[in-house]
């Protein structure tokens, strides 16, 4: 399982990075979204997989008794789906009101400010 | 319990919200904007003097214990940090008043504003790092906005820049927070401080500091990772560059000091010497960008790339007269920096230009505002006796005990090339004669005293700031001094989080 997850994080990461590289910022914003998705499925990786067992004390005792799964990287992952999702919809919007005032979808064409 | 290490996030955060209620009472959010930030200076005031009596201060938010809830952490450094975002802070507040427009007033330029300090000083103060990665979250949505408040074509052209590159360090930053999880299994930076020291493999630690260095690298704008900065600071209103230019890219220098000193000094032989010629190469191509451009923010804004070279040199010469002149370079470049952003912010409002061979002449028609642009210009150059000399000074000669000569030459020379940079806008733009030429011309506007005092207020405060920490650099030398001795002794900083002394696990 988890050299089928690493695979795909790999794929997902060089998926994202030759979007980024093209000039249209439409494919830009596609692959900051398979990036930060990448991110979290390594996360959710690093963390160990284990299968069926739940975080969960039985009643009546201070700690789990066998180990279990680490709930907290799936915390994280959850903050960091929100935050990516704000933050890439505000990136489309973004990319939306260049498109209307820059007239262009051509990062070659958007560099005005750069010298 | 100790209040004041919350309050400094719960004012911004509040302020904000209640700015949010009052959206259509544009007197309201102005009156919000002033009080909330100068709540924000009050407290943090409070806070760096509990800190500087009492040491480290800890708290545990919702009680949970470290190394299981979030600490919110305020060391000298942070406290300090604290200090600066409340100052500049107010500064700008004041500048926006009569700066920004009423159109961008309307669209929530001060809701946005204050998220954004509450961003900054819950980066400064927060004990754990996947918190810090949320701060930054915070603090980037909020910068985004700010930036592209007003929707020019090069406010657009810079935002996608900005944008994406500070998103890729986001994300760098998240795979790097989850891999260290993966290892340590913990995320309270003490207590991952204290466990990585436990460690045999340090090849994987090498690793991941690596990571951190480019994430917090973007952030803060470093060789060769910088060119978002020179894209986009000089595309939004004045107020809003000034903010950034004071407080964004020293959350990234920030977060470099705090890792490097208190996570990541394993094996200063690689990391910090990849760090000095990072600072050494930021300076220089920094200060060389800037001898090419001929717009006022434009030049400035490389003037940041640079000046953020000697801050990180002091990180990376690693020795504790180094680290104090880091953190004496941060207090006085944050203070200069955002004094030339709002210096400019008012040239441009009198003259309606920022492109030096439109501008001419200030310096006849107002000549406070030329004694005011000098006092930060020849600062920045490190001109003594005004606070850029003592911090350069500090910087080099720790440099020079540190026997690395090659870096310390070149940072005396990018303090030679600061100097050509800053007179030649004072040339350009104080000192010639307006241009003749009809079509360079631009006239000159009409600007009410009231706004003049309103963006002249803070603007003086600042430069009084810059002259006070130049002719008594004592005090801040000994506050420098003490920082940089807990920076170096981490364990103290373990010690006071987790409460138990550090070392073995």
């Known amino acids: 399982m988890e050299s089928l997850m690493a695979v795909s994080i790999g794929v997902l990461f060089a998926t994202a990075i030759y979007m980024m590289l093209r000039r249209s910022i439409v494919k830009l914003v596609i692959g900051l979204m398979l990036l930060s998705n990448a991110a979290n499925l390594l996360i959710f990786t690093t963390a160990g997989m284990r299968r069926g067992a739940p975080p969960l004390v039985p009643e009546g005792l201070g700690a789990p008794t066998s180990a279990v799964a680490d709930p907290l990287p799936q915390a994280l992952v959850l903050t960091a789906i929100v935050i990516a999702f704000g933050v890439l919809s505000f990136a489309v919007v973004l990319v939306r009101r260049a498109w209307e005032v820059v007239r262009a979808d051509d990062l070659d064409q958007m560099k005005d400010t750069d010298t | ?505």
């Open chain 2, 1 to 505: 319990m100790t209040p004041q290490i919350a309050l400094p996030i719960l004012i911004p955060l509040f302020a904000g919200a209640l700015s949010l209620v009052c959206w259509r009472s544009r007197t309201m959010q102005r009156l919000i904007a002033v009080g909330g930030t100068a709540g924000l200076l009050i407290t943090s005031c409070w806070l760096l003097m509990t800190v500087n009596r009492e040491g480290i201060q800890v708290m545990q938010v919702g009680g949970w214990s470290a190394p299981f809830g979030i600490s919110l952490v305020a060391d000298l450094l942070g406290a300090i940090m604290v200090v600066l975002t409340g100052v500049i802070g107010l500064a700008v507040a004041l500048f926006s008043l009569a700066s920004i427009g009423r159109g961008h007033q309307d669209y929530g330029y001060f809701p946005l504003m204050h998220l954004l300090l509450a961003g900054v000083a819950g980066a400064f103060l927060t004990g754990d790092i996947f918190n810090l990665y949320v701060w930054f979250e915070v603090m980037l949505v909020a910068s985004f906005a700010l930036l592209i408040l007003g929707s020019e074509k090069p406010q657009m052209e810079g935002a996608i820049k900005y944008v994406t590159l500070n998103l890729v360090s986001s994300v760098l930053f998240l795979v790097a927070v989850g891999l260290l999880y993966g290892m340590v299994g913990t995320l309270n930076m003490a207590d991952i401080a204290r466990r990585l020291a436990s460690l045999e493999d340090t090849g994987m630690v090498d690793v991941l500091a690596m990571m951190f260095m480019v994430a917090f690298g973007i952030k803060a704008a470093a060789f060769p990772l910088f060119f978002w900065l020179p894209a986009s600071y000089h595309t939004p209103p004045v107020a809003v560059s000034a903010l950034f230019a004071g407080l964004l890219t020293k959350v990234g220098v920030y977060a470099l000091f705090r890792v490097f000193t208190l996570i990541f000094h394993h094996s200063p032989g690689y990391t910090h010497e990849i760090l000095q010629w990072g600072a050494a190469l930021t300076m220089l191509s920094g200060v060389l960008g800037a001898a090419a451009q001929f717009e006022f923010r434009r030049i400035l804004s490389f003037h940041i790339v640079s000046q953020i070279g000697y801050m990180i040199l002091g990180l990376a010469l690693f020795t504790p007269l180094a680290i104090l002149g880091g953190v004496f370079y941060i207090v006085h470049h944050i203070i200069v920096k955002t004094n030339l952003f709002l210096i400019s912010g008012i040239v441009q409002r009198l003259r309606g230009s920022y492109r030096l061979e439109a501008l001419g002449g200030v310096y006849r028609d107002h000549p406070w505002l030329a004694v005011l642009f000098l006092v930060s210009a020849l600062s920045l150059a490190g001109m003594p006796p005004l606070s850029g000399f003592f911090a350069k000074f500090i910087v080099i000669r720790a440099g020079l005990e540190a026997e690395a000569y090659g870096v310390t030459a070149i940072a005396l020379l990018v303090g030679l090339l600061t100097l050509y940079s800053m007179t030649k806008i004072w040339n350009e733009a104080f000192w010639k004669a307006p241009p003749d030429d009809e079509a360079d011309r631009v006239p000159p506007r009409q600007v009410g005293q009231r706004e003049l005092w309103l963006m002249g207020a803070p603007v003086v405060g600042l430069a009084i700031c810059t002259l006070v920490i130049g002719l008594q650099p004592d005090a801040l030398y000994a506050l420098a001094e003490a920082s940089a001795a807990q920076l170096l002794a981490p364990e103290r900083y373990i010690e006071a989080v987790l409460g138990t002394p550090g070392g073995g696990v």
